[in-house]
């Protein structure tokens, strides 16, 4: 059984850090990109970040560019987002994703991953 789990959610306060990690199991996902998406309430589920197979390749929304970094350790087959300098408005339910096939890029587009973790909830006050 595929499963992705996140870790690292809570609460956080405007202009700190928190640090996510996406843990896999049952299959190596290091051949695949992996990326972070979110979910506000109300409002549909967007990219955050990605990385290609071997992390040579990423790609970051623009709202999150100079902020948030994502990275990945294949031998431990997970995936983490370090997100800094923290806003409000990055409140939302935080999800992992692994690709469905292989690519040298980083898609955006969340029909392109078919394997997802529960979620984590990041709040950041102000």
């Known amino acids: 059984q595929v499963q992705l789990v996140e870790s690292g959610g809570g609460l956080g306060q405007a202009g700190g850090s928190l640090r996510l990690s996406c843990a896999a199991s049952g299959r190596s996902f290091s051949s695949n990109s992996m990326a972070w998406f979110r979910q506000a309430p109300g409002k549909e589920r967007e990219f955050v970040a990605g990385i290609n197979w071997n992390g040579g390749n990423k790609n970051y929304a623009d709202s999150v560019k100079g902020r948030f970094t994502v990275s990945r350790d294949n031998a431990k087959n997970t995936v983490y987002l370090q997100m800094s300098s923290l806003k409000p408005e990055d409140t939302a339910v935080y999800y992992c994703?692994?690709?469905?096939?292989?690519?040298?890029?980083?898609?955006?587009?969340?029909?392109?991953?078919?394997?997802w973790g529960q979620g984590t909830q990041v709040t950041v006050s102000s």
């Open positions: 994703a692994g690709s469905r096939n292989i690519f040298t890029n980083v898609p955006a587009s969340p029909e392109l991953y078919g394997y």
